[in-house]
């Protein structure tokens, strides 16, 4: 009897609130070069530049789209995280009040700390292409003075494929990403038909056509809707165990001490070739040798 109450309760509470899910946890990711009216790192996207307290603002609020449309498609949880040179961009006072926000560099999942099984989806906020994309602004991967290329099972990957295989161990998928339309073309190719928001298309490294804030902030709320929407429609980005991580340093002299350690093979020069058992151990050496210098 309390058996048949409890369902009856069940099926009026889900017709009284059609499809919501009652747990919806969507975990935010934000970079700052692919921000909507970025182009310069001199002066806009480096802490203590001329104009970054403007353009750390112009961030905050596309998190903010982003965290609008997480909720408008039924999120019940949002954590966002910054990801950003050292972790520290966003605006707390001018974040939705919604959120968790993970915030300081280093830690293990780097722009990915603290997602796990829990989540539902992944969204990638001002992100950008990799080093080897023609007319990409501010294109790199991850420490651009340090390294050129990283390739995950032979696959190279800009960060948005590095991060979407850490959320894949996880059975999570990346269901958005704005930035560039170089970064978005990339991650299409790579992760599959996810939503996109091209909030800038780039005619150089330091130069592009871009859309006004509003319209951008505009459209990521609306992309990260339909994408949360369409998560199980998405597949994650699973590599097989364990995972071959292959960087290429722009001097040899990179290559040649972490070669000193286990695991660790050095096929030439300037490269090495780390054999992970996971996506979680992947993140943690390539997060460790983010921390190396030459002198
Ligand atoms: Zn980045």
Redesign the pocket.
Known sequence: MIRWLSLFILMFCSAAYGDQPSHLKVYISA????IGGVSSEKNQSSPGSADYEKFRRLMTQEVNAAISGAYDAGATEVTVSD??WEGNNIDMELLDHRVRIVRGFPRPLG?MQGIDDTFDAVVFI???ASEHQRNAILA???D?DKISEVRLNGVAVP?AGFNAAIAGDFGVPVVFLSGDSAASMEAIHLLGPIETAVVKSGSGFYSGTMLHPEEAQRMIREGVRRGVERRLQLKPYRLAHPVRLEITFKETFYAEIVSYFRNVERPTANSIVYTATDMTDASRFFNAIGYLHDE
Not at 31 to 34: L, N
């Open positions: 970079d700052m070069e692919g990801s950003h722009m001002g992100y950008h790199h991967m991850e651009g960060e």
